[in-house]
């Protein structure tokens, strides 16, 4: 009686290791690839406070599903700092990358409100991200701007 019960316990120990292994241990989603993104953001001489950078696909999906920006990430930054960070992109539904930054001049940590307008925006974009690396310098322009203001431009 010990034996089988012995037995059945170390067959469940061996079927949650593998569980454990299989989860933690599988490979990427086949649907993604990770793209290397090198960001400067700029802002106006002056300017200064806490940077919020957004990384978004810059078109996604296709036919009458497509539409543009959707977002990937929201990674903090520092001004006039070049920084690296990697992201895992949408490798079959779309294309281009968007990356929207914004400084926070007062330190409230929000993008704008209805009483304070200063927190400066601005948006860069890459075509395509096949090479697996993209290079993006984002300069600051205008105030309480969000990404759909920059992108698509208006016709």
Known sequence: MQSIHIRC????VVL???LVLTACGGEPDPGMKQIEVTTTVVPPPGVEGPVEVRLFQ???LEGTMRHPLQLLE???A???KAFTHTIDYPANFGEGLAVFAWIDTDGDGIHCTPTV???MSGLATVESVDSGKAEVTVTLTDAC???GWF????E
């Not at 316990?9 to 469940?12: E, F, Q």
């Open 9 to 12: 316990s170390l067959g469940l």
């Open 16 to 18: 949650a290791a593998m």
């Open 58 to 60: 810059l078109w996604s």
């Open 74 to 76: 929201i990674v903090p």
């Open 78 to 80: 520092e001004a006039n």
């Open 117 to 119: 307008r200063d927190d």
């Open 145 to 147: 701007r969000a990404p």
């Open 151 to 154: 992108y698509p431009p208006a």
